[in-house]
């Protein structure tokens, strides 16, 4: 065994050398490719809310965005952090993403391969991206993982700390991405699966995390229900997100950004205005016109739902708002050969594996799952990104049964974890 593999083999040393390596990486990109400037409408808008609640009016405004990142960020202009500030506490959330992606594959397919993945995880260009905006998913890509993590620590090694860990990640990546909390199921099947115990305890677990999930993002609804009177769990926003992607003028390829936002949020919000009614009222009327499309016209709207899907899967970056990184062909073209290995390979890394799947199954699962599901809504690749470790591990073990096949190892905890190895189901 060589020293470098004694040395993947452990688990503090390697995932804190990683840590460090992504926060470098990042923090040069926020410090000089992105400084104090706004380059999408989101993000103003993003910021705006969050202003609000760093101003001290804790209740906020509204109900539509989603109230982890409003919340987050407000906190921190509150202490007052700068745009620069903020993505740089983005960074270290993208190089705590780095540090967690290693120890979840150091224990599902050895050290090798895990530290590929985060090799390649900390200089991924997407992943770069992702820290310099403000965008939910910049922390949700953090929570995301450090479910998986937790939830398989404690299978392998029990302890209620590590189960807990995974409820409460799970209920603060929903905070941060409501639609995550469409791939609950999965995750209580993955408990079902692979948990510990009998398959009576098994299903008790599931409930429990449920419970603890349920618990995480209860404070949101009851906020909510503070500022509109109305139970809303998390978001408002379900129902014109899904009529903005299903309705008589819904094109996916048309990304103006100034088209757009006048075709349905302005117009919406001039709506509801002239009509008197709540944000709720105006979600159900938008749901019930998305139907109606879906009714009337199924072929048009498949279609439509086919060009999404594969959007989210798109090799190079698409946006409703054009500016430097988004229109510059020097940045389609480093994403391009980038990501385009990583998803060629990440499916031999699959097939590789197969035999595992209780263990590993989540992570293609959820990210397919919600792929699916994001797809009835209008979508770009950024929200792919949050997945793109997954799909890196993969690629990782993928390239590692390409070149070196040893590589790829059975599971296994090491000495730091004082853990078990465990038999492959």
Not at 33 to 57: C, H, K, P, T
Not at 98 to 112: D, T
Not at 273 to 296: C, H, I, P
Not at 343 to 368: D, K, S, T, Y
Request: net charge positive; glycine share 6%.
């Amino acid at each position: 065994m060589t020293a470098l593999h004694k040395f993947f083999r452990s688990a503090r040393a390697p995932a804190w050398a990683f840590f460090c390596l992504a926060l470098a990486v990042r923090a040069a990109v926020v410090l000089f490719r992105f400084g104090n400037e706004l380059g999408f409408s989101d993000e103003r808008m993003y910021l705006r809310l969050a202003d609000v609640i760093g101003n001290g009016q804790w209740l906020g405004e509204g109900t539509a965005a989603a109230p982890g990142p409003v919340y987050f960020w407000g906190a921190l202009r509150a202490m007052g952090m700068s745009l620069v500030g903020i993505r740089l506490v983005h960074a270290l959330a993208g190089a705590g993403a780095v540090a967690v992606l290693f120890l979840i594959a150091r224990r599902l397919v050895g050290p090798m391969p895990a530290a590929l993945a985060a090799l390649v995880m900390s200089v991924y260009p997407y992943l770069l991206f992702l820290s310099g905006l403000l965008y939910p998913q910049a922390v949700f890509h953090l929570t995301f993982l450090v479910m998986i993590y937790g939830l398989l620590r404690w299978m392998q090694d029990g302890g209620t700390r590590w189960f807990v860990l995974g409820g409460v990640a799970l209920g603060v990546s929903a905070l941060f991405v409501v639609p995550i909390l469409s791939a609950a199921p999965l995750v209580a099947l993955w408990v079902l699966l692979a948990g510990r115990g009998s398959i009576l305890v098994r299903m008790r677990d599931a409930v429990v995390l449920g419970l603890i999930t349920l618990a995480t993002i209860l404070p949101a609804t009851a906020r909510n229900y503070l500022v509109s009177r109305q139970v809303i769990l998390l978001s408002s926003m379900g129902g014109s997100a899904f009529y903005w992607a299903n309705n008589d003028q819904a094109d996916p390829y048309n990304r103006d950004a100034d088209t757009w936002l006048e075709k349905y949020q302005r117009r919406q919000d001039r709506e509801q205005a002239r009509q008197g009614w709540v944000a709720l009222d105006m979600q159900v009327l938008s749901t019930y016109r998305a139907n109606r499309f879906w009714k009337e016209q199924t072929p048009r709207a498949l279609r439509n739902y086919a060009i999404r899907l594969s959007m989210f899967f798109d090799v190079a970056p698409r946006s409703y708002t054009a500016n430097d990184f988004t229109r510059n062909r020097s940045n389609e073209i480093l994403a391009i050969v980038t990501s385009l290995p990583v998803l060629l390979l990440a499916p031999i890394g699959v097939w590789r594996l197969r035999r595992r799947w209780r263990w590993w199954f989540p992570l293609v699962a959820i990210p397919l799952f919600q792929a699916l599901t994001y797809a009835f809504f209008h979508v770009s690749v950024r929200y792919r990104i949050p997945f793109e470790s997954c799909f890196i591990l993969f690629a990782a073990v993928g390239a590692c049964a390409i070149v070196v096949p040893e590589w790829v190892e059975g599971f296994r905890a090491s000495k730091d974890d004082h853990a078990k190895s465990s038999p492959e189901h």
